[in-house]
């Protein structure tokens, strides 16, 4: 089984998507200068905050990152971008000398791309609205698959809040479909 570097985070990256990371710990540091030297990617995990100093406080499903981008901020810090590649369940976590996680990992199959149903073409619609609201988020990605369930349903679980039992169960699954009917309910509920 493959043996990643993995960095918790309170929010996820899902295949397709990207983000924007601000990388100042010196265990995060040595993660990227090992990963960029390696040509590898690092695994992006949810952190569960309620057992923060536990190395084993993580969600059991992931996403292997790859490094798009970086660049030194004002502040000194390292700002990097990363674009979501594949999903990954944690079999084993343990943590190197300086507390870095790393994590024995087996890949599942990403999700199949799919056409969005006329009933839900809802969920879509307000996506565009927050990418309207929120242009450094949109401004992410050179073209977004709007008519796409399966990029559409992943957008959404970066961006919305949930407790991390649902998160791992929706991101979990062979498919977009639960996740799709998760964020009918959700949204239209707002």
């Known amino acids: ?7 918790p985070l309170s929010s996820m990256v899902l295949p397709e998507g990207k983000m924007n990371l601000r990388i100042f710990e010196p265990r995060y540091k040595r993660m990227i200068s090992d990963c960029c030297r390696a040509g590898e990617g690092f695994g992006v995990c949810v952190i569960n905050e309620s057992s923060a100093s536990s190395p084993k406080n993580i969600s059991q499903v992931g996403t292997l990152a790859q490094i798009v981008d970086f660049e030194q901020l004002a502040d000194g810090f390292l700002g990097i971008t990363i674009v979501g590649t594949r999903r990954f369940r944690v079999k084993r976590v343990w943590s190197e000398f300086d507390g870095l996680r790393c994590g024995e990992v087996e890949y599942l199959e990403n999700w199949q791309s ?13 996506l565009q609205r ?7 988020i949109k401004n992410l990605y050179s073209h977004c698959l709007f008519d796409d369930a399966t990029w559409v349903s992943q957008r959404w679980l970066e961006l919305l809040p949930m407790e991390q039992d649902q998160f791992e169960h929706l ?10 009917k998760f964020l009918c309910q959700a949204i239209e509920a707002q």
């Open 1 to 7: 089984m493959p043996c990643i570097k993995l960095f």
């Open 114 to 126: 799919q056409q969005l149903s006329q009933d839900n073409t809802y969920i879509s619609e307000q």
């Open 130 to 136: 927050v990418y309207q609201r929120f242009p450094e």
């Open 171 to 180: 991101i979990s699954q062979t498919d977009c479909e639960e996740a799709v």
